[in-house]
């Protein structure tokens, strides 16, 4: 049963793709979806060695001499899921629900960025009652990751020289910019050693976490970073292993670290101040320390420090 009103074609269109497995990388079904989608309708369309596809829908009458309009919108979604969620965003259809009136998807990302562009251009595309001039629908992939479906793209595909972008951040706000984006890798040859002491394992979740771009400024909390600092108040640890953050362009909402120590590490401050460091921004904010079956190797206590700092 849908639990969106299917009588209005961009809830209907957004429903249906969101059943389609379509994050960055894997954006094959959905352009099978939107491919078939202009062959059912009879449009004109173009789809790339990458999956990019272009749909070309005729003037109404009166709009002949109209200035073509090129709309664009991406296919792909970033894929992040809760850590206790059972989830696999190639195979599975994402569990929507209602609350409050907004819509969610249970444990994982809604893909509304960019979902409902493309339902929105469906949505424009199928509807024979609109008045408009000749229309050049693109949808686009691997915009999460790069903008690389963009980049793909042919001249010789448009003719227009206006475009509206179906990716916004705001009714009320024009971008000048966007977010920025830096990969770093760090190699470190780091030795493990056998150890006999209590192990330990520190968890945070709860945060919000969001876009990188579009949330950069709301003070949100870094899962990883908040590892780091509470490590940072522990002494004479040695850490196994450190895990945090699903996606480059995504807040990290989770992280996790063990590590072994003779000392019982208490954390009651650093939480305490973190609590009310982040009382506002992120309210849920869970920081868990529990003992855990024994390791029997970690990190030297030179190497847990260096990575630490």
Request: proline residues 2%.
């Amino acid at each position: 049963m849908s639990i969106l009103d299917e009588n209005i074609p961009i809830f209907k269109y957004f429903e249906e793709i969101s059943k389609i497995p379509h994050g960055s990388f894997h954006e094959e079904k959905i352009a099978d979806y939107v491919e078939s989608f202009a062959k059912e309708h009879d449009f004109k369309y173009v789809r790339d060695d990458m999956n990019n596809v272009i749909i070309y829908k005729g003037a109404t009458p009166g709009y002949e001499d109209h200035d073509t309009i090129m709309l664009q919108a991406h296919m792909d979604m970033v894929c992040e899921k809760n850590k206790d969620v059972d989830f696999d965003f190639e195979t599975d259809a994402l569990n929507l629900y209602v609350e409050d009136g907004w819509l969610k998807a249970k444990g994982t990302t809604l893909g509304a960025d960019d979902g409902f562009g493309v339902s929105y251009m469906l949505s424009i595309l199928s509807d024979d009652t609109l008045k408009h001039p000749n229309l050049e629908c693109v949808f686009t992939v691997q915009e999460e990751v790069g903008l690389l479906g963009s980049i793909n793209l042919k001249k010789e595909y448009f003719n227009a020289k206006k475009m509206i972008g179906l990716d916004g951040g705001g009714e009320v706000s024009t971008c000048t910019t966007t977010s920025g984006g830096r990969y770093a890798y760090v190699n470190k040859t780091c030795t493990f050693e056998d150890v006999d002491k209590p192990t330990y394992k520190l968890t945070i979740k709860g945060l919000d976490g969001g876009h990188s771009g579009a949330c950069i400024d709301k003070e949100k909390g870094n899962s990883i970073k908040i590892l780091f600092r509470v490590l940072q108040t522990l002494k004479d640890i040695q850490i196994v292993s450190v895990n945090g953050g699903l996606k480059e362009n995504a807040i990290p909402r989770e992280a996790e670290a063990t590590f072994v120590s003779d000392i019982q590490p208490n954390i009651n401050q650093i939480v305490a101040d973190l609590k009310t460091e982040f009382e506002f921004s992120d309210s849920k904010l869970d920081i868990q320390l529990e003992e855990t079956e024994k390791v029997t190797q970690a990190f030297t206590s030179k190497d847990t420090n260096e990575l630490i700092t």
